[in-house]
């Protein structure tokens, strides 16, 4: 229990923190408990965890090396973790050398975006041409309707203005991005447990999730979206720890150096200015100008902060926590967030705003000087903004309505046990040809199929069940993140069950079923205190299964990479008729 006294009665807050209401008691037999009574500063702003003796004995390290490791392994350990996984990313990125899937869409604007600053209609033959011509082929000025914002095309056109309008081109940015996203979920991943430990095993895994890879290795919006997403969160837990910090150094102390809560303090200081929380915004607000499902997204992390905020200041002692975020900090957040992301959103639309009005510029953007004319709102906004709010009122429409069956549409439902990958890339090549080994038989199966690795989205669910357990019975914010980072980009979707939708939408909250493992996988290994024999066999378990989901993933490379491979070997991948 969290003490609400003032340091003017210590007797008084220990009396209070030693009396636990009777629903705790009741709690108890479903494995809750309440946190032990700690200095607040640990309680607010917990130490890392670091190796202990034995370990470094067991490796033969002398004391003063073992520190010197301890203290660079919190930057060494998750960048060699990003090493491996750009190594992977980038092998070989431009094959196959042809456009897959929805790249059809994208690949193609993102190059009108950044030469004519708006989207234009290709011809049906355009993407052979690129590819013949090494897109070296002429951009038409027909403004094409488009339903996703710019911000994830211009991140596309990026790496295709560096390296050619080409597959590696278009390719390469989303890899980057990919790798980068290994990094920060391993940085994430420590300050959310305090261990390098455990941060370095969620972007390990994550490194080794085929559909992360395969979306690191296309140039869908879907993957850009999930680096916004995840970094947005990593600034919100870094903003959570420099308030709770903030707090801390605004405590007492009594006589024996132990920080004391103070209800006063922790009611009327204010957090001062909170840079990570904008950035934070900034995130959103690229994200949500990536996909409008980061809305959803902006919501629950808004939601999420400022609850952080109330447990702060009640762990700090305030007898009114919900009264005090409401003073100091609820207008703060709504500044640092809503607003930011929404001057981000439209500013991503520059390109499109400047272009000409006559007819000639991008899609509905000449809409107010022509249908919107006689509008009643044409005296207080000027005509782009008309313009654009009629663009957004026609794109939300298509998104309500869309119901146009395809091939590999999925329901929600089925994501998290991996019902129905979508095949982004497929060819039969004969033997002899195209990687075809001579001697494969009939034929073999080249395919690039968006499909999580499967013993990692398996041990997820169970993961999920634990970090909801976690939450609800020992009120763990670290379980609530989590959880509020996979319901943000998952709950949504089953709004729209009637829309036409994919599985690799999924892949906004692939980082944090990551995370949700990595923590099952820490609490298998045991506590801190735990017996020898007791971590001799968590480690055993843990162990044997990082290394079935690595071999999973390497299993199923072939089909990640559009690697050649006989007929036989494809269909004995196939683990379920859904997969075909």
């Avoid at 801390?248 to 006063?264: I, N």
Wanted: glycine letters at 10%.
């Amino acid at each position: 229990m969290t003490s609400t006294a003032s340091s003017t009665d210590t007797r008084q807050g220990q009396a209070a923190e030693e009396q636990r209401p009777s629903w705790q008691q009741r709690l108890r037999r479903f494995g809750y408990s309440a946190p032990p009574r700690s200095d607040v500063r640990d309680r607010l702003v917990p130490p890392y965890a670091e190796p202990g003796p034995r370990v470094w004995a067991a490796l033969g390290l002398r004391h003063e090396v073992a520190e010197r490791v301890t203290r660079w392994s919190g930057w060494g350990g998750p960048l060699l973790v990003t090493l491996l996984a750009g190594l992977l990313r980038f092998w070989n990125l431009g094959s196959p050398k042809a456009v897959i899937f929805d790249e059809t869409y994208y690949a193609k604007d993102a190059w009108a975006l950044i030469h004519r600053g708006y989207e234009v209609n290709w011809a049906k033959d355009a993407n052979d041409l690129i590819l013949q011509g090494n897109g070296n082929v002429r951009i038409p000025s027909d403004a094409a309707y488009v339903v996703h914002p710019p911000v994830g095309k211009y991140i596309i056109g990026l790496g295709e203005w560096m390296f050619g309008f080409n597959p590696f081109g278009w390719r390469f940015m989303t890899a980057v991005l990919g790798t980068l996203s290994v990094l920060m979920l391993c940085r994430i991943g420590r300050r959310l447990f305090r261990s390098t430990f455990l941060g370095c095993l969620a972007g390990a895994l994550m490194a080794v999730d085929g559909l992360h890879f395969v979306m690191s290795r296309t140039s869908l919006l879907d993957g850009i979206l999930m680096f916004f997403v995840l970094a947005a969160f990593g600034c919100l837990v870094i903003d959570r720890d420099k308030a709770r910090a903030r707090l801390a150094a605004a405590l007492p102390q009594d006589e024996d150096g132990v920080v004391r809560p103070d209800a006063h303090i922790a009611e009327t200081t204010r957090m001062g200015w909170r840079p990570w929380r904008w950035t934070a915004g900034l995130m959103l607000g690229l994200a949500l100008g990536t996909k409008w499902s980061g809305l959803y997204v902006l919501a629950a992390f808004c939601l999420m902060a400022v609850l952080w905020d109330v447990g702060s200041r009640r762990v700090a002692g305030a007898r009114q926590p919900h009264l005090a975020v409401l003073k100091h900090d609820l207008g703060w957040a709504f500044l640092a967030t809503v607003p930011v992301a929404i001057a981000t959103y439209i500013v991503s639309w520059t390109g499109w705003i400047l272009s000409s009005t006559n007819g000639s510029g991008g899609y509905f953007r000449n809409w107010a000087a022509g249908d919107g004319k006689n509008s009643n709102w044409s005296w207080l906004f000027p005509d782009w903004w008309r313009s654009l709010w009629h663009y957004e009122h026609e794109v939300f429409e298509f998104h309500v309505h869309l119901s146009s069956p395809h091939t590999y549409q999925s329901n929600p439902w089925s994501w998290i046990v991996l019902g129905r990958p979508v095949s982004y890339f497929y060819e039969s090549p004969a033997p002899g040809k195209d990687g075809c080994p001579a001697d494969a038989g009939e034929k073999c199966a080249r395919e690039v199929l968006a499909l999580g690795t499967p013993l990692l989205w398996w041990a997820a669910c169970f993961a999920i069940a634990y970090v909801l357990w976690r939450w609800a019975f020992r009120r763990d914010w670290r379980a609530g993140a989590i959880a509020c980072g996979i319901a943000a980009g998952y709950l949504p979707w089953f709004l729209y069950q009637e829309r036409t939708i994919f599985f690799f939408y999924a892949i906004v909250f692939v980082p944090f079923l990551c995370l949700a493992v990595a923590m099952m996988i820490g609490a298998i290994l045991g506590p801190p205190g735990a017996s020898e024999r007791r971590r001799v066999i968590g480690a055993a378990g843990a162990g044997v299964l990082v290394l079935l989901i690595v071999w999973n993933f390497i299993y199923f490379w072939p089909l990640y990479t559009g690697t050649a491979i006989p007929i036989d070997q494809w269909r004995s991948r196939m683990w379920l008729d859904t997969w075909v």
